[in-house]
């Protein structure tokens, strides 16, 4: 089973941009749906984003349409999340996660594997 590791969060200012790099092992990564998700202090875990395994087809929450941007290279598997016009509000733990099936949409539940997260902080 793929294992994942996030990287590249931090603290950025309001407006800003950050790159989350989301490391997968294993030799199937192709094979995967993967998503991100992010969890603010206090709340439930939500849907940012998702991908379907050969990148064609994108799937994004309303909240961040337009500012954040999901993409993967599966020769080197990984999947990006590059997020600009950051707002106070997207500050939270990112979480990468990996559906071994074809569903990329919303619900958490239909994730498998997920990694240990990477915090984002967006300071005013």
């Known amino acids: 089973q793929v294992q994942l590791v996030e990287s590249g969060g931090g603290l950025v200012q309001a407006g800003g941009s950050l790159r989350l790099s989301c490391a997968a092992s294993?030799?199937?990564?192709?094979?995967?749906?993967m998503a991100w998700f992010r969890q603010a202090q206090g709340k439930e875990r939500e849907f940012v984003a998702a991908?379907?395994?050969?990148?064609?087809?994108?799937n994004y929450a309303n909240s961040v349409k337009g500012r954040l941007t999901i993409s993967r290279d599966n020769a080197y598997n990984a999947v990006y999340l590059q997020m600009n016009s950051l707002k106070l509000e997207d500050t939270a733990v990112y979480y990468c996660?990996?559906?071994?099936?074809?569903?990329?949409?919303?619900?958490?539940?239909?994730?498998?594997?997920w990694g240990r997260g990477t915090q984002v902080t967006v300071s005013s």
């Open positions: 991908i379907s395994r050969s990148g064609d087809n994108t």
């Open positions: 996660a990996a559906n071994s099936g074809t569903y990329f949409g919303s619900d958490k539940n239909g994730y498998e594997r």
């Open positions: 294993g030799r199937t990564f192709s094979n995967y749906a």
